[in-house]
């Protein structure tokens, strides 16, 4: 276990920093946008099972991606306060 918490302990101190930190959210935003786009273009042209369920998949992760981003920015930081602070983000 002490491994596993080492682990998260060194990824965290990467993922929050403040130059790696707004990368991730840009990427996240882009896969946003690019996932909304291919679902809007694919939804009136219907098609086969594999592809409604490519379509369904990609409408999924776009939800998860936004239910995560609150959690992690909003529930998280400002409501919660269960993320220490770090480098002036909103909320703390």
């Keep these: 276990m002490a491994v596993v918490t080492g682990h998260m302990d060194l990824l965290r101190t990467w993922y929050r920093s403040s130059l790696a930190q707004p990368v991730l959210v840009a ?7 690019s996932e909304a786009r291919l679902i809007w273009a694919k939804i009136p042209r219907g098609g086969d099972v594999y592809s409604s369920v490519q379509t369904a998949t990609g409408a999924y992760l776009s939800v998860y991606i936004v239910s995560h981003l609150i959690a992690v920015f909003i529930l998280g930081r400002i409501y919660l306060r269960s993320i220490p602070p ?5 909320g703390n």
């Design 86 to 90: 770090s480098h002036g983000l909103p």
């Design 27 to 33: 990427l996240f935003l882009f896969q946003l946008r």
